[in-house]
């Protein structure tokens, strides 16, 4: 570990405009500084900061920055309004690790792409312009959906998917104020710069997430992996679902573990809004969601599996709804 | 106080034990469920392990890797690390290790960090005033190298591959038996590298006083390992002490001296101070063993009675050039079932990739597992149930050599382990489903050689009627501190809480150590050998035959007469030393531990993803010499299983052998969810010809087959069966409609 400068935060305004990292739970941050993937010179430690409540927002709910993954997963109205929220946090990391974390932390969580965690390699993500090891490399835990040349690596966290599917907002403070962004355009596709994992601004800082008027229906979070905790998505799939006589009224879908970004494809929920459930449906839903879709060798299988994953949430969905 | 008056027993197994000794002790420990006498320690956080415990001054080395993964080291920037605040010295040191010492080798490994053969070989320490500081500089390490990379073999498909004579066998002629039969399979397996990942990386912390060396290391037979560090530092054995009190788990990845405990050592030499080294998780997965990958041929045929004509089984492995270990695949095929025609090939290719050595039943491990699933598709090809095949072809005595066993109970474990299952329930391959989940059953053998291995222990009766137990072996959380107290407190007829026992300190008398399952059996043995020897002289001292004397909560009996220890003693000390050692007993006889697995697994027809539901085993390994650590064996081996079967599988990158999954994140171990309820349950059993306990070894026992029987569970729930380890959701996709 690099050596740094480190203070302790006592609001928001000790580090909105400067240039120390944030750190929380550390739950990541402080393992890629240990392997020098990351060598922040200044940290400023932000648990004391305040941020850490849930409070009501109008129909909807405003959480702080600094509200515990364990503490979000377990709030009362989150279970009963978003349970999609819940059941996707739950579904990530250990109890222990989800007792650290931090809502803000989580959204900032960095790839686990082998290749970036080795020094030793080249990687466009960790050293701009030394090449992608994972093209060609190991890539079965990769992106299937907007890679780039330079960059095949994933959003590794289940958290920001079931935002995603939400439609929640997160709202950043920066030197020039307070902005808002959808938490669908939070992460970005790598480009020709992976180095950005997300829209956030040098000198911003996440101040709450905020969720959107609960939207009733089914809350489907089903992650596959490759041991049943502890370990990170192949593919998830994140589903609200609203029926209405027979219809399907509301559809939101978000999917993990197979881009840069939570992936949300809005022509996919389009074309199932308003429609009746049926297998053939669900299959020309998929088409959607993977339109584009491209293996690297080791991940082409996570391309059936998500079409297949996607019809067994559906018809979980609007099992037994008229 | 007075000398201690001396006592001691040598036996050799040169015949079964007729004594029955433990048998008829009065104390009742033995075998008893009693609880872990350090448990408490261990559970608090005050047990101190390896790298927890620093003599005052201590600084800190770290290890710097290899970027390359064929050359030379042609420089370094010493200078620059040197600048660097805190750092005392780089290290580049000839007599560092290319990689550990296999175990029991007794002997330092290949060493030298200039030529590398393998991507993240050390090349050199890096040693600062504190940890922090040795890891920036360690990373800030540039080496210039003469990069022979290209000319690296990475990958089994591209090795040359070696069939040493002695590892090659046959009897009869198989190709013939495999034409003739009614029923034959000929078919091939793959299992991957794995990595021990005991939840302790391997750390070590070294101090010099002269020229004498101690180290306070993670390893698992300080015999060895002194002589592995004497001759890796040039020194006389004389002149190092290994201490190993506690070792948070081994599996064989510290059966050998290793990296961090020879450059700690060297360091602390050059420096006139402590050194501490400790691997981190990513450079115990680069440099210490792996278990070899295997690519392994079965054979298999049999008549229209079911009765097995031919068993073959090829095996190719891999290891770094020049390292004589190669896993013993097909080391249980030989006597598991019958056949008058038989082949046995083993083949070792060399490849740039870390070092393979013995992990948790090494041979067996993975070799039963694949000849058990072999041997369901044979069943299955003849129509007849798995585990009435099996009983079939249990043979008399070993039908390769001729020996009779020591004792076989393969069928008794199988047919008590079915019933207790519930095995009747079985459907027919793909039969069940509960919504989208099939489900199945499978069933394997588990077959693991039995070893003894010569092992001395002290045992001390002091006058206040409380003893000591002495021996360099070590407890990998095994259980070693609480079956030696439970020995001889069982032999002296004490309370166990008057039993103290001392282990991992090398000054002490010499032990097997832990390794291959024999540790039990044997420094067992040496301790009930050495309470038995002090338990004659008590006899003596009471006027009567050591049949005659009954030792009991501290009291010794003889006919009407009851006398505390204390009044016996009188004030004397009384020091027992035993020693084991094998003898006609393992040439004469096949010695084995038996056991039978059974599965009960879901697989999704959505994912692909297979859940075990449920695991049971019976198992047959002599005296058990306390239940509960015996039960928790067997739960460990059996989870080792399951991420056999399922999740383990070390990633290499096919360019320069990396190993990318470095770590317990990415290196799937299976977590609490992905371990259902075991059932274990073990036979009464002795075996004489074992040792004079007449106890066999568990702990590995355990994890051969359990994975045989997941995949054979998985074929019964699919009706297709996996060849190739572990079963991914992504293998069982590709096969699923």
């Known amino acids: 570990m690099k050596a740094f400068d480190y203070y302790r935060a006592e609001s928001p305004a000790d580090v909105i405009g400067t240039d120390a990292r944030p750190i929380a739970g550390g739950t990541n941050l402080l393992d890629l500084m240990k392997h020098q993937v990351e060598t922040p010179d200044r940290l400023a430690d932000v648990n004391h900061v305040g941020l850490d409540g849930i409070e009501r927002d109008g129909d909807g709910l405003r959480v702080g920055a600094l509200v515990r993954n364990s503490d979000l997963a377990a709030d009362p109205s989150v279970r009963e309004g978003w349970p999609l929220l819940s059941r996707a946090i739950l579904a990530g990391a250990s109890g222990q690790i989800r007792n650290r974390a931090t809502t803000g932390g989580n959204l900032m969580q960095r790839t686990r792409c082998y290749y970036f965690y080795d020094l030793d390699t080249p990687c466009n993500k960790r050293a701009p312009g030394s090449g992608c090891s994972a093209i060609g490399g190991v890539n079965r835990i990769h992106a299937i959906l907007g890679a780039s040349g330079d960059c095949i690596a994933t959003y590794p966290g289940d958290m920001a998917v079931a935002m995603s599917a939400l439609d929640a907002v997160v709202e950043v403070e920066g030197p020039n104020g307070r902005r808002e962004i959808a938490a669908t355009d939070f992460h970005r596709l790598p480009g020709d710069a992976p180095q950005r994992d997300n829209d956030l601004q040098p000198g911003e800082m996440i101040l709450s997430v905020r969720l959107p008027a609960p939207l009733g229906g089914k809350h489907i979070y089903r992650k596959v992996r490759d041991r049943r905790s502890y370990a990170f998505a192949l593919v998830s799939v994140a589903a609200v679902v609203v029926m209405d006589a027979g219809r399907m009224s509301t559809v939101r879908l978000a999917f993990g573990g197979v881009a840069h970004k939570p992936w949300r494809v809005p022509a996919a929920e389009a074309l199932l809004q308003g429609q009746a459930p049926s297998p053939d449906l669900f299959d020309r839903a998929a088409d959607a969601v993977l339109d584009g879709a491209t293996g690297q060798g080791h991940n082409d299988f996570k391309i059936p599996l998500l079409r297949r994953t996607l019809n067994a949430v559906l018809a979980e969905a609007t099992e037994g709804s008229k | ?737």
């Open chain 2, 1 to 737: 106080m007075s000398d201690p008056i001396e006592v001691s027993l040598t036996h050799r197994m040169n015949f079964p034990d007729k004594e029955d000794l433990l048998d008829r002790t009065a104390q009742g420990i033995l075998g008893t469920p009693m609880d872990r006498p350090e448990g408490p320690l261990k559970v608090s956080g005050t047990a101190t392990y390896a790298d927890e415990d620093h003599p005052p001054g201590t600084v800190y080395g770290w290890l710097v890797r290899s970027s390359i993964s064929k050359g030379w080291v042609t420089g370094f920037n010493t200078r620059d690390l040197r600048a660097m605040p805190g750092v005392l010295a780089v290290i580049r040191d000839k007599r560092m290790l290319r990689n550990p010492a296999q175990g029991q080798a007794s002997k330092a490994p290949y060493q030298g960090p200039a030529e590398i053969f393998y991507k993240g070989q050390p090349i050199a320490l890096v040693v600062a005033e504190t940890f922090e500081q040795a890891r920036d500089a360690a990373l800030n390490a540039r080496a210039d190298y003469d990069d022979r990379s290209a000319k690296g073999v990475f990958v089994p498909a591209e090795a040359k591959y070696e069939a040493p004579r002695s590892q090659q066998a046959s009897k009869g002629d198989l190709d013939e038996a495999m034409d003739e039969a009614a029923f034959a399979v000929d078919v091939e397996y793959h299992t991957p590298s794995m990595s021990h990942a005991a939840m302790e990386p391997h750390a070590a912390v070294a101090w010099w006083d002269g020229g004498h060396v101690t180290l306070r290391g993670s390893y698992q037979m300080l015999g060895s390992n002194k002589a592995e560090l004497a001759d890796a530092l040039g020194i006389s054995p004389r002149n190092v002490r290994i201490l190993s009190p506690y070792v948070g788990g081994g599996f064989g990845s510290k059966l050998g001296i290793s990296h961090e405990g020879v450059a700690a050592a060297i360091a602390a030499q050059k420096l006139g101070r402590p050194v501490a080294v400790a691997l981190h998780r990513r450079q115990q997965f680069e440099t210490t063993h792996r278990r070899s990958e295997s690519r392994q041929r079965i054979r298999l045929s049999c008549g229209a009675d079911g009765r097995m004509t031919g068993v073959g089984h090829d095996a190719w492995v891999s290891n770094l050039p020049a390292e004589s270990f190669s896993e013993p695949v097909t080391q249980a095929t030989p006597f598991t079932y019958d056949g008058e025609n038989r082949q046995i090939g083993h083949h070792v290719g060399r490849l740039n990739i870390t070092c393979a050595g013995s992990m948790r039943a090494p041979g067996e491990a993975i070799g039963v597992p694949v000849t058990e699933a072999a041997m369901d598709e044979l069943a299955q090809a003849a129509g007849i149930d798995p585990v009435e095949f099996r009983l079939r072809n249990i043979p008399e005595k070993d039908p390769s050599s001729g020996r009779p066993f020591s004792s076989n109970r393969l069928a008794d474990c199988l047919t008590r382990g079915a019933e207790s299952f519930g095995w009747k329930d079985r459907r027919e391959n793909g039969a069940r489903r509960e919504g989208e989940w099939l489900i199945g059953m499978g069933v394997a053998s588990a077959i693991r050689v039995n070893m003894l291995v010569p092992s001395t222990a002290r045992v001390i009766l002091l006058p206040d009627g409380t003893a000591r137990v002495e021996t360099d072996m070590t407890d990998i959380g095994t259980g070693s501190y609480s079956i030696l107290t439970q020995i001889a407190a069982e032999v002296l007829g004490l309370p166990a809480d008057r039993v103290t026992t001392v282990l991992g300190d090398s000054d002490l008398p010499q032990s097997s150590g832990s390794g291959g399952s024999f540790g039990a059996a044997s420094s067992g043995s040496s301790v009930m050998l050495a309470a038995k020897a002090v338990r004659e002289k008590l006899a003596k001292r009471m006027d009567c035959d050591p049949d005659d004397l009954t030792l009991k909560d501290g009291y010794a009996i003889a006919e009407n007469r009851r006398r505390t220890l204390a009044e016996v003693l009188e004030g004397d000390t009384l020091q027992g030393t035993g020693t084991i050692k094998k003898g006609l007993t393992s040439v004469d006889h096949q010695q084995a531990c038996w056991g039978a697995q059974f599965a009960e697994v879901a697989v999704s027809t959505v994912t692909g993803e297979v859940h075990v539901r449920r695991l049971a085993a019976t198992f047959a390994c002599g005296r058990i010499l306390n239940a509960k650590t015996a039960r928790s064996q067997c739960i460990g081996g059996m989870i080792f299983g399951i991420g056999q079967a399922l999740h383990e599988e070390i990633s290499t990158d096919a360019r320069d052998g990396s190993f990318v999954n470095r770590d317990l994140a990415e290196y799937h171990v299976p977590a609490n969810l992905d371990v259902p309820h075991i059932d274990i349950e073990f036979l009464n059993d002795r075996d004489p010809y074992a040792n004079p306990m007449q106890a066999k070894g568990i702990g590995e026992l355990a994890c051969c087959g359990t994975a045989g029987a997941i995949v054979n569970a998985i074929a019964n729930a699919t009706g297709e069966r996996f060849r190739s380890f572990p079963v991914t959701l992504d293998k069982v996709l590709e096969r699923l409609g």
